[in-house]
């Protein structure tokens, strides 16, 4: 199962540099890394991100993580996945830019 994160330019920029972080200044506060799944995705998005430009969205397999992801309740109850490590650039399946257009911003057509 294929989960994402958001990452702004510099944010992603740093984490290939780097080739791992502790994630967005969010992530750092709160101890783990914030994920979402196909269906949380653009709620997160539109949330937390709503008018923000050079925005990437990048992929990683669940399995991939280990025992370092946590499934924990969130908004509303529903379970969010959150990785308890550093988000390592060897992990990312794909990366792609999310452009903001007029209607909000635009998800890939394939995200799996």
């Known amino acids: 199962m294929l989960i994402y994160k958001i990452l702004r330019s510099g944010e992603w920029a740093a984490l290939q540099a780097e080739t791992e972080t502790a994630g967005a200044p969010v992530d750092e506060a709160d101890g783990f890394v914030h994920f979402s799944t ?58 792609r830019p999310l452009p903001l257009g007029l209607g909000g911003h635009v998800f890939p057509d394939d995200m799996t």
């Open 38 to 95: 196909l269906e949380q995705v653009r709620e997160t998005v539109a949330k937390h991100f709503s008018e923000e430009e050079g925005l990437y969205i990048l992929a990683f397999e669940a399995d991939d993580l280990g025992e370092a992801l946590k499934w924990e309740p969130s908004r509303g109850g529903a379970l969010f996945p959150h990785l308890y490590g550093p988000l390592r650039l060897a992990d990312v399946r794909w990366s």
